[in-house]
């Protein structure tokens, strides 16, 4: 596969890409008296209610409203009002609730501190913020999201296309990217030599060995054969009972093991229809890990080339067939919540 993570399928960090953890250095210098501060002049932020609660000024900078300096202004001209109370500190929180109810200009915000992009990546460009000598997925993005502090989430090759998230949510980056959390990566490829088989189905099921260790089990769907085709309303044996049959389990423990499975078979049913289009020299590809190249070794180690690769679907999303290459939008509150709850976390309030 395209994105670079780790060299143990279950127990190593996840992507290369993933947001870098902060290092703080600590440096001493003598102590010095306090500077004295005019709490009239600088008043503590002061919460409304007593919820979990949110500066205005980081509020009203998630609505594109400007920067703090901006900010700090419209509060101070009382152009920013809570129903009937004009907010006159930027520093002032509020809770989830109350947010919904901020006005500007006596016009409501659209808040979204948490940001999620779908992208269909176009080939020929990095999965990167910023190249010195190459374009990057980045360049079809908007400044203003950039500077919200958005980063993709894993890392496609240069030459691969297809769905790319982007968000601004570290450990949601991170649980998608992990093999740990096990969210399925699906892509269609075309390749170069034989036909596969039922032979590589088999071996994609039971992991493939590749010089950094045996893949954890993939499935790998071939087009359907005439027979098929021609009842198409059943899934055949190949979801049941031949990977099924085949699928090994490695070094996961139980509950592990029965959570890929379930995985790898259900975004085959996922993904039914798009197997129907397929041609003579393609196939889909179902993974939950992410290492360097993955895909193409994977199909190496089959004795076979890809010569194009698509990424379609991860894990309940699919990639929406209304994006043209290079085109993007932002996730709607279903389908940020779907993420969510794959990888374990509270979808958040805003």
Known sequence: MD????????????????????CEVKMSFPKAAPPKVSTAQNPAPTPLSGKASYRIDKLLAASCCGSRKDIKKLCRDGRVRLGNQTIGNAATKVSAEEAKELLLDGQPLEIQLTLLIMMNKRPSVLTALVDRRE??????????????????????DKDTSGLLLWTNDGT??????????????VYRLSYSGLPL??????????????????????????PLSAEEKLNQDQPGRYFEELIGSTFAPGALKAAEAEKLRTVLLESCRQVAAERRSLADDEALLVICEGRFHQVKRMLAALGREVTS??????????????????????????????????????????
């Open 3 to 22: 994105t670079p993570e780790t060299k143990c399928p279950i127990t190593a960090p996840a992507e290369e890409d993933q947001a870098e953890k902060s």
């Open 135 to 156: 374009a990057t997925a980045a360049d079809d993005l908007p400044e203003e999201l950039l500077e919200r502090g958005l980063v993709p989430v894993g890392r496609l």
């Open 172 to 185: 949601l980056n991170h649980r998608l990217c992990s093999p740990r959390h096990l969210i399925s990566k």
């Open 197 to 222: 088989g039922e032979e590589d189905v088999l071996k994609c099921a039971a992991g493939l060995p590749l010089d950094d260790g045996p893949t954890l089990p993939a499935a790998l769907l071939l």
């Open 309 to 350: 690769l698509t990424r379609i679907r991860e894990g309940s999303l699919s990639l929406d067939p209304r994006l043209d290459s290079g085109e993007w939008r932002a996730l709607d509150e279903k389908e940020k919540a779907s993420l969510y709850l794959e990888a374990s976390l509270e979808v958040p309030e805003l």
